[in-house]
């Protein structure tokens, strides 16, 4: 009877971690230009995150990073910036290019709470991150350590995360565990919950800041992807 009675706690204490009520956020595709009411509409809907993709995949600062943000900051309590990686450019100058180019459009680190460094597939604007063999793996990651080394020199540890997901992860780095001191943004399934996660990458749950539950949805006069904050 003792037994079955900690089972029970255990399962009650297990449901309650990942059924609990969450924050909502919103991300901004990065082509995706929403209005100064979208954002307020947003607010008004309990949407108080946002994350823009703020930075491009050749290196360079959005040239609308600015006025997005801008947008975000008088109606969201938390705005994020998202960053896609060049395999075709050299990992420090394509960070310290993007951060000039934020610099030059006014966009200084207190405008923004986090950068999501995003891992997946099917994001490159040229060629695709390879992943044939172990060496091409390895090189993965030696390119995300030097790109994590650069990015150290603007942001703290704690301002600096992933946004990937366990497939794509794995098939790109094999498993490294390279950004287990780095805070997680995964893509999951369509519940509005975190009980899709399950550890990858040396991350575990306690890491887990975010989750992308849904894509190209129309809120507000534009399409977004949603997600939810612990």
């Known amino acids: 009877m003792r037994k079955l009675f900690i089972c ?26 929403p209005l ?9 809907k ?3 995150t946002g994350v823009i993709e703020g930075l491009k995949s050749n290196g360079n600062c959005a040239l609308d990073a600015e006025y997005k943000l801008n947008f975000c900051n008088q109606h969201q309590s938390r705005c994020d910036l998202s960053f896609d990686l060049d395999l075709d450019k050299d990992p420090v100058k394509q960070i310290d290019d993007a951060f000039d180019c934020l610099k030059g459009l006014n966009v200084q680190n207190y405008k923004f709470n986090k950068l999501w460094i ?27 350590s030097n790109v994590l080394d650069t ?3 603007y942001l703290e540890v704690n301002r600096i995360g992933f946004e990937t997901n366990e497939s794509d992860w794995n098939r790109i780095t094999g498993g490294s ?3 287990i ?15 899709d996660f399950t550890p990858f990458g ?6 887990v800041e975010m989750k992308k539950y849904a894509t190209s949805k129309d809120i507000c006069q534009e399409s977004f992807d949603l997600a939810i904050i612990q």
Request: aromatic share 18%; proline share 2%.
């Open 202 to 207: 040396g991350w575990t749950f306690s890491q």
């Open 118 to 144: 995003i891992v997946e597939l099917g994001r490159q604007a040229n060629g695709e991150w390879p992943i044939s063999n172990d060496s091409d793996r390895s090189s993965n990651v030696e390119f995300i």
């Open 177 to 179: 565990t390279i950004g």
């Open 181 to 195: 001191g780095f805070d997680l943004y995964y893509h999951g399934n369509y519940q509005q919950s975190f009980e």
């Open 151 to 153: 990015i150290a020199n």
């Open 46 to 48: 309990g949407y108080y």
């Open 8 to 33: 029970f706690l255990a399962i009650l204490l297990i449901s309650i971690t990942f059924s609990r009520c969450f924050d909502l956020a919103f991300d901004i595709p990065y082509n995706a230009k």
């Open 36 to 44: 100064n009411e979208d954002y307020a509409c947003l607010a008004d």
